[in-house]
């Protein structure tokens, strides 16, 4: 089960999402502030779903989305990725990671969503440009063989 949690836009064109009623405003409307990228369809579907929300502060020069956690059913856990819209399409639309980009880590838990939002705010930096932070919803097993395997503190998480 994968959920995108949080995506973070760059300004350029305006947006607006209909809402349930199927109009533009209105009851049910969600519409993003002008100057807000063009949503992308997996985007546009969860806002129009309720699924993201719309965190974005005052003044801000792109626009935040956000997801609340899942809970993950027994015996499985949620892992957290920062991910650049290159990965988040690749996902989306072919269920699986593009080889072409580089390792980046897979953090557990809320510390592991805490983490991975560092990079989408500037206290953590990376030149592969993430805008997204995705959960994972995995068997516990498979993130303990990866512990196993290999593991690092970061800022006081454990990176896999």
């Known amino acids: 089960v994968v959920l995108l949690l949080c995506c973070m836009a760059s300004s350029s064109s305006s947006v607006s999402v209909s809402g349930a009623d199927g109009g533009e405003t209105g009851p049910g409307a969600t519409v993003l ?3 807000a990228k063009v949503l992308l369809a997996h985007e546009k579907e969860l806002v129009k779903k309720g699924e993201l929300k719309d965190i974005t502060h005052k003044g801000a020069s792109s626009f935040w989305l956000e997801a609340a956690p899942s809970s993950p059913p027994e015996g499985f856990t949620n892992v957290y990725r920062p991910m650049g819209d290159a990965e988040v399409l690749s996902l989306v639309q072919n269920n699986a990671l593009p080889s072409t980009q580089p390792y980046q880590a897979i953090i557990e838990g809320e510390v592991g ?8 705010n500037g206290k953590k930096w990376v ?5 997204s932070v995705v959960e ?17 503190v970061e800022d006081g998480a454990l990176s896999m």
């Open 33 to 35: 502030r002008k100057g």
């Open 113 to 120: 969503r805490e983490y991975a939002m560092k990079y989408l």
């Open 127 to 131: 030149d592969t440009t993430p805008s």
């Open 136 to 152: 994972f919803t995995v068997p516990s097993t498979t993130i303990q063989e990866l512990f196993a395997l290999q593991h690092k």
